[in-house]
């Protein structure tokens, strides 16, 4: 009698029949990462995806980084696992508003996160992200206003950084980041007083206050590994666990609980599964599909932004 196969082996098989890449972010469940052959933050992700010669982009994440993954990727097949893997961040600015502030500030530079939906960046000057936004706010020219969007707290880190000015902030907000209270953190330090505090700028100012760095998850793993410290305070998605402990093996990571869920985790990028991963390879579904004069006028802010780099 042959044993059943496991959905991991079901996976690689479906994988090698598609000639398929599986491309996997930081925040995903260790099972799901375990599979992928590249790990990392969407930008980065989508940027890798352009450099293998298979037909199929299978991106465990959510959304809107499938989106980027399409518009750099335009001649591929882009599925994700579940079509219901959001952002808090996508849904707090929608792009009718954004389109309502342009018509009435045709003066104003619109930097926009690149947790926004397509159409958002399809209505934006210039992209960032977490690890190059205050590059990016560095570059306009000082006299022209901005408005950052859509995150509040990576843009007050961002207008700490630059000194700037003349900056509006959309009031969006990450589910996870935003409800990490400052308090849990000084609990953290009394437990681990040796421990670092890593914190990512979608944070509260109170918590980055405490940090001893800032930065992007890509940026706060090679902290961590480069670091002499033994122990870390992360104030980040938990599962980036993955990620810290095979890179700085024998380090301890301690993890915050937030207001939301008493936990460190996306509810949204939890929503992906290998089950869904293995049946969107073999149905190719949900798939993303985008019309081209969309990603067209998408694809031009994100390679301004790709130009600074």
Known sequence: MLAAISV??????????????????????????????????????????????????AFCGVWFMAETAKVVNPDRVVVVPDRDAGCSLVDGCPVEPVRAFRREHPDHVVVSYINTSIEVKAESDILCTSRNAVKVVNSIPA???????????????????????????????????????????????????????????????????????????????????????????????????HSLTRLAPGKQFYYVANENCNCSECPYMKLNTLEKLRDCLLTLEPRVELPEDLMRRARLPLERMLALN
């Open 143 to 241: 006299e022209r206003p901005v408005l950052f969007l859509p995150d509040r707290n990576l843009a007050n880190y961002v207008k700490r950084q630059t000194g700037r000015e003349n900056m509006t902030i959309w009031q969006g907000a990450c589910i996870v980041h935003a409800t990490f209270p400052a308090r849990r953190v000084l609990e953290a330090k009394l437990e681990h007083p040796k421990a670092k505090v890593v914190a990512h700028p979608e944070c509260p100012e109170s918590v980055l206050a405490l940090a001893d760095f800032v930065g992007s998850t890509s940026a706060i793993i090679e902290w961590c590994a480069a670091s002499d410290a033994a122990e870390f305070i992360v104030m980040t998605e938990s599962g980036v666990n």
């Open 8 to 57: 991991a082996e079901e996976i690689l098989e479906l994988k090698q029949r598609r000639k398929a890449i599986l491309l996997a972010h930081h925040y995903q469940d260790s099972e799901i990462q375990d599979l992928a052959d590249v790990i990392g933050d969407s930008l980065e992700l989508a940027r890798k995806a352009r450099e293998f010669a298979g037909e199929v982009i």
